[in-house]
């Protein structure tokens, strides 16, 4: 069974997290979405809404699954059985990021990263510029699929 966790903070869970899901589908027989949790981190939607709005988002592919842990993303992954761990690239940035952390990740633990790349109409997306904008009340819909779900 390969499994695959797809971690982030998901603050919120944006169209382009969406897109990279479903391409990522069709690899794995198990995708845990992981909504890692810092304890030292203030979030501004609520945990149990995302959790809600993710699931509700894949209610229709029942291999998706939602999760959240406080650990270290590897030792989450072990611990759910996962062989990989999935990441989003939009652009060189990322790019050196994800590396430096890919890397990491597999020197303490083996596992390995794959990661997708966004579809292009979703590169400059992130979920700090949703925030700003939904703390500015303007709609989100166009970044975010059933955003009433989170309020
Ligand atoms: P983190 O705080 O761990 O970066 P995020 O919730 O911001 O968590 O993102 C989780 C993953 O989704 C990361 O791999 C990130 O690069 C990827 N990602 C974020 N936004 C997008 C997007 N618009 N398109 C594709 N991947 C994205």
Excluded: W
């Excluded at 993303?73 to 994800?98: A, M, P, Q």
Aim: glycine share 6%.
């Amino acid at each position: 069974m390969k499994k695959g966790l797809f971690p982030g903070s998901f603050d919120p869970f944006t169209k382009g997290h969406e897109a990279i899901v479903l391409k990522a589908i069709n690899l794995f027989d198990e995708i845990i979405i992981g909504i890692g949790i810092n304890s030292n981190k203030k979030y501004l939607f609520d945990t149990e809404k995302r959790i809600i709005h993710i699931k509700e988002l894949f209610k229709n592919y029942p291999t998706v699954k939602v999760g959240t842990y406080q650990k270290l993303t590897v030792d989450y992954c072990k611990e759910i059985g996962s062989n990989n761990i999935i990441r989003g690239l939009r652009n060189s940035t990322d790019f050196e990021y994800e590396k430096s952390i890919a890397h990491i990740n597999t020197a303490i633990s083996g596992l390995e990263t794959v990661f997708f790349l966004t579809d292009e109409k979703y590169s400059s997306l992130n979920s700090s510029i949703i925030r700003d904008l939904y703390l500015n009340k303007v709609d989100i819909s166009h970044f975010v699929t059933s955003p009433e779900l989170l309020v």
